[in-house]
């Protein structure tokens, strides 16, 4: 049994907030729009409450502080997986994390079919 899967499509936005002042309001949107998941290695909050899960930018904030609040540069991601980014630009996790580019075995390693999987699976691995 697989522990969880990855999608078939990538990723489109439900929401679309504005207006606030600081990254962390769009937090409810967030959780909602991501299931509650990390994008990136798909850790769920009540799977391991130890694992924070926060918001963060996909393009960095210090880099590019023209999109610190823009809705669509924001997603849920866990601590882990967050840090091992850093300021790195990386391929969309969300277009390039589908089912068919990713494997997960049943002990929940994941492997990336494609280069841009494997890269997004370099900082969580």
């Known amino acids: 049994m697989i ?3 990855y999608p078939e499509h ?3 936005r439900r929401h679309g907030p504005q207006g606030y002042r600081q990254p962390a309001s769009f937090r409810p949107w967030l ?3 991501f299931s509650l998941r990390c994008v990136y290695c798909l850790r769920r909050e009540q799977w391991d409450r130890a694992t924070s ?3 963060e930018h996909f ?4 880099r590019f502080p023209n999109q610190r609040l823009a809705y669509d540069n924001l997603w849920f991601a866990c601590s882990r997986c967050n840090s091992a ?5 990386i391929d969309d996790p969300s277009q390039a994390l589908l089912s068919h580019e990713v494997i997960v075995e049943n002990d929940g390693q994941i ?3 494609s280069v841009e999987a494997r890269a997004s699976f370099k900082l969580s691995g």
């Open 59 to 62: 393009l960095p904030s210090r």
């Open 85 to 89: 980014i850093g300021d790195r630009l």
């Open 10 to 12: 990538p990723f489109v």
């Open 53 to 55: 899960l926060n918001v």
């Open 31 to 33: 959780r909602d729009e």
């Open 111 to 113: 492997i990336g079919r």
């Open 3 to 5: 522990p969880f899967e």
